[in-house]
């Protein structure tokens, strides 16, 4: 039997997603991994379910951790999760300085690790303090005309159960296609002309442009949104510029408190009030084809009235912009083989009708699930009316909200 149990843990406006799959044969193997972890509400709830989640980790090791972006309330948590325990592979996407600033511009609170860790993050995390293996980073500079590509995975049916032994697996093996060695030192060439020299440069791995990994019957597809608009953020650069000219300094002393007043002006002269467009959106589910074979149930199969017997998939938004048609279009494309696989959807950015998509054929309709994850007594998040389109406009949808005083968890028992 496969177990495979996911949550949303109580903490507020941000998300601290968190997962195991366990594998019930001779050996009993597990793997767990999160998917951001950070808050702008009271971090005490953060607090208490990092803690109570670490009481979990088997040899107090987490072997996946997943960063959509470095918003403040996707973020700061990672501190206090690394803490203590061992890491076997992060995966963050490369965002350059200017973009870094960008999203430094967000700063709620004065937080010293945040502010390290925008600075530099492959530097932040490859520092002895954390007991990390591997970084795994997605993205790279884009090229002079500031393109970055997604390619779209390969659309492979799963594999038919019986491909795959279940009873002599010894582990479950974590596989991913990086780059060459080669290929490699020209990427850490061009991220050295930006950020100077990095350290530890052998825990460093870039996954290729397939954008995904894999274990034995799980995996993860990976999409990076980044800001497209270079034309904006050349004129942002251009006013950060005459900063750094008057102040006498370097772009890297921009990353202080004191200049985040003026970075909000410049930016929102340019960007306008939406601060938040940019993620790591992240596909996972089933690599086996268990229709055939298995049945499976959710703990809350009331919540999945319209599923197909092999929709196991989740889709992890963090705070991507969805809200034109181009970039909705962009990542149906991208996922196209796997939406009719998605149970589980979260809707981006908590919910903010900034980032949503309005148009009654959005592409993203299908789902059994909308997990919204906000803060207690917010304003605009959610957005009455993104919760009113979900309610018209997705038939089988269920909508489920996160918040400080209530989690959302779910879960497949898959047997023979």
Known sequence: MIEANFKF??????????????????????????????TDSKKVFLNNAIDLYKETLTNKTLDLLIISHFDQDHVNGVVNLLDGIKCKRLIIPYYTPIERLLLFTTLIEEDEQYRLMLQSPINFFSNDRFNI????????PADENGILTNESPNDIPPKEFDEINFNDLKNIEFTAEYLSDIEKSNVISKIELLEGKLKNIQKLKFLNLLNSV????????????????YILINKFQKDVNLILVKENITLFDMFDEDF???????????????????????????L??????????SRFINYCDGYSENCLGTLLTGDIDIKSKLQTKKIIDFYLGYIPRVCFFQVPHHGAKANWNFNVNNGLNSFCNYIVNHGLGRIHHPSVDVIQYIKTNCPVGNIHLNNEAQDFEYGFHIFK
């Open 288 to 297: 086996v084809n268990f229709k055939k074979h298995y049945h499976y149930f």
């Open 9 to 38: 843990h109580p903490i507020g406006q941000g998300c601290f997603y968190t997962g195991k799959i366990e594998l019930h044969n001779t050996n009993e193997t597990e793997f767990n991994f999160v998917y951001d972890c950070g």
């Open 214 to 229: 894999k274990i034995n019957f799980w995996e993860f597809v990976f999409y990076l949104k980044k800001h497209e608009n």
């Open 260 to 286: 985040v007043i003026q970075l909000k002006k410049a930016y929102r002269q340019h960007f306008g009030q939406n601060l938040n467009n940019t993620s790591l959106v992240t596909y996972h589910g089933a």
């Open 133 to 140: 293996d591997e970084i795994i980073i997605i993205g790279s």
